[in-house]
């Protein structure tokens, strides 16, 4: 194992499992009470066997036959008992660990929010259902038969030093090369495992993609295509999946099993005829080594649960890594929407997106971004989210760093009306309050009445109470932008992000919206457009280019002295004429 693996293990044990072992510790020890007394009541019925063996040819006359068969029944009845409730626990314990993975995760990608992970959707959903399942599984039935195989080689070795030493060589043979072989097994499933975990994940997103495209997959004729890709990635899975089986198939320690069967039956005669041991020890040493067969058995039925686990569970610690940053600073401190860029650059993939941006955004101030397709203008915007953090420099937001900011207080902070807004399949009503933690009917009516819902309402048979169909495609894109307009205002947001917001509405409602960010309370408006007619309202406007502020001033200061700002308010009033570009600007410089 690597330094690098060493101190990953060292900090997945001190920061996941040693908590979860320390949280569920009155269980774990119930269990092992359990399982120990369960092995040996198993243990006790061969060795009882062989004293009623002794008691019947007459070498043992210190207990009657039907005492002894008593305490057999006796023993058989408390083993079962064990045996269920051995399970009871083992499966609590498996259910909880699934439950509070998965919780652990969904809170943690909520708290950070899914575009701040490195992990494509389907990913992250295969990790949060499926990883987590398995490592409930990894628990029990994997853990727990881990734990079947141990007790079930330590405690019959134990009786049987107790029968007689002379005993002990054919089970320890069988013990090391049991050892030495499963090892070998489960190496040889653990790459496999997590290659099938991987490849499951992979499948996963790849569907969620397909799904969640099939529109445009459609009118651009790529269904085939795309159909194809799942197609070829549920091949591979299921070849990998086989792969997995086949190992696991191959379980060499049943073959190890047979021959020391064999051996320890001819060992135990030798030594019943050298007179070392009673025909009763005889018999109770073969029924023990018998048991053996069940730690093998159970073996081999733990290696993939805990190779599948193991890989599930590292798949899971990558994301919690992945999602480390969060820290929830800021929460109960007063919201004012101060905004403050230091420095910051953003690469993608080697290319520079934005290039150290210095700007300070007072709260309360309307900033227009101006900038053409690919300037840099979303990246800005998810910066001031915390979707994406900055490869230099630090966004901050009343003085507190994006990054350290928990989902559910930045939500308290920015909100954003996307050019395309989602809904979901819910009503109308329950769409705009998603964003809000708290609310009723009276705060939801208020903002559709400022996001201008009113007449289009008034239409609907439910009003608010409307079933929206699924994405929303049954409304118009003015309604759905003035649904996420209404769902932004819902929040009371110190600062408002509005990207491209009025693309899709008629000049006047467009008009009426933007009286809307007027009125007070006032948050700080971030407006991404690439019309410069959008902000000529703006109190402060900035012009990127490529990634970096080429101007900067409020619209006067800029007419005055930004040759680009004069230059692409003259085209806007020369394409004003057409009236599919109105409010366009040329921004070929």
């Not at 799904?211 to 459609?218: E, K």
């Not at 600073?329 to 004012?336: H, N, P, R, T």
């Not at 990207?499 to 971030?526: G, H, K, M, N, Y």
Request: charged share 15%.
């Amino acid at each position: 194992m690597s330094t690098m693996d060493r101190s990953r293990t060292d900090q997945w044990f001190r920061e996941w499992a040693r908590p979860y072992l320390l949280a569920h510790r009155g269980w774990l020890a119930t269990y092992a009470v359990v399982a120990i007394l369960g092995q040996v009541a198993a243990a006790g019925v061969p060795w009882l066997t062989g004293s009623a063996v002794n008691i019947a040819v007459g070498s043992d006359t210190s207990m009657s036959l039907t005492r002894i068969a008593l305490l057999l029944l006796t023993l058989i009845v408390v083993s079962g008992c064990l045996g269920i409730l051995q399970v009871v626990i083992a499966e609590t314990l498996s259910t909880t660990t699934a439950r509070d993975t998965r919780d652990t995760l969904f809170r943690g990608i909520l708290r950070r929010g899914q575009g701040r992970s490195s992990f494509s959707p389907g990913d992250l959903t295969a990790r949060q259902i499926g990883d987590s399942v398995e490592v409930g599984l990894l628990v029990s039935p994997g853990g727990d038969l881990l734990v079947e195989v141990v007790l079930g080689a330590l405690v019959p070795l134990i009786f049987i030093t107790l029968i007689s030493p002379q005993l002990l060589l054919m089970p320890l043979v069988f013990c090391a090369l049991f050892w030495w072989t499963m090892a070998a097994h489960t190496r040889r499933l653990s790459g496999v495992s997590a290659d099938e975990r991987a490849l499951n994940g992979e499948l996963n997103n790849t569907v969620a993609e397909t799904l969640g495209s099939m529109q445009t997959q459609i009118l651009t004729g790529a269904s085939v295509a795309s159909v194809n890709r799942v197609l070829e990635m549920a091949e591979a899975y299921r070849d990998t999946a086989t792969r997995q089986h086949k190992n696991n198939a191959r379980f060499i320690p049943a073959l190890v099993f047979v021959v020391m069967m064999l051996l320890a039956a001819g060992h135990s005669l030798v030594l019943l005829h050298r007179g070392d041991i009673s025909p009763g020890a005889a018999v109770s040493f073969m029924g023990l080594f018998a048991a053996f067969r069940g730690a093998l058995q159970t073996g081999s039925a733990s290696t993939g649960f805990i190779n599948a686990g193991r890989a599930a569970a590292r798949r899971v610690w990558e994301v919690l890594l992945d999602l480390r940053g969060a820290r929830g600073g800021g929460d109960g401190q007063a919201v004012a929407g101060d905004l403050l860029f230091e420095g910051v650059t953003v690469r993608f993939g080697g290319r520079t997106v934005l290039d150290h941006i210095d700007l300070h955004v007072p709260a309360g101030t309307h900033l227009a971004l101006l900038g053409s397709t690919g300037s840099g203008k979303s990246t800005f915007a998810r910066l001031i989210t915390g979707e994406l953090l900055p490869d230099e420099g630090g966004v901050l937001i009343d003085g507190i760093p994006s990054g350290d900011l928990a989902t559910d207080a930045s939500v308290s902070r920015v909100a954003v009306v996307p050019q395309q807004t989602h809904l979901f399949s819910r009503t109308i009503g329950e769409n705009i309050a998603l964003g809000a933690h708290e609310t009723d009917s009276a705060s939801i009516r208020a903002a559709a009445r400022r996001a201008c819902l009113d007449d289009f309402l008034e239409t609907l048979p439910a009003g608010l109470g409307t079933q929206v169909a699924e994405a929303g495609l049954t409304l118009s894109g003015g309604q759905r932008q003035r649904i996420g307009l209404a769902r932004a205002l819902i929040t009371h947001p110190a600062i408002l992000v509005l990207d491209d917001w009025t693309s899709a509405v008629d000049p006047q409602t467009a008009e009426s919206l933007r009286a809307v960010i007027r009125t007070e309370p006032r948050p700080t408006v971030i407006e991404i457009t690439n019309r410069v007619t959008d902000a000529i309202e703006a109190e402060l406007v900035i012009i990127l280019h490529r990634g970096a502020v080429i101007a900067m001033g409020t619209p006067g200061e800029l007419k005055e002295n930004s040759a680009i700002y004069r230059r692409l308010l003259a085209s806007t009033q020369v394409r004003a004429a057409d009236t599919s570009s109105i409010g366009a600007a040329s921004w070929d410089f």
